[in-house]
């Protein structure tokens, strides 16, 4: 699947990112040798019980970025 180039992807748009290119090089295994990563890292971050690291944001064309937003307050 392509991803249209835009600025800003939510962690959840970069894992569906990382599934397409597993499918694409036919399995977990295949595709965490191929990036250089353990396959159970590669399963851990599928799956969403590890975040995604810098040096694998890297390799797949991206960084972290991080901001913050000041809180709304309500008057109650």
């Known amino acids: 699947m392509k991803y249209p180039l835009r600025y800003l992807y ?9 599934r397409d290119y597993v499918r694409e ?4 295994r295949a595709f965490a040798a ?3 990563i353990s396959t159970s890292y590669l399963n851990d971050v599928l799956h969403k019980k590890r975040r ?3 040096a694998l944001l890297k ?18």
């Open 59 to 76: 390799q797949l064309g991206f960084e972290r970025v991080e901001y913050y937003r000041q809180r709304v307050r309500s008057d109650k």
């Open 25 to 28: 090089h036919g399995s977990q």
């Open 10 to 18: 939510s962690e959840n748009e970069v894992i569906a990112l990382l």
């Open 52 to 54: 995604v690291n810098d």
């Open 34 to 36: 191929l990036v250089g």
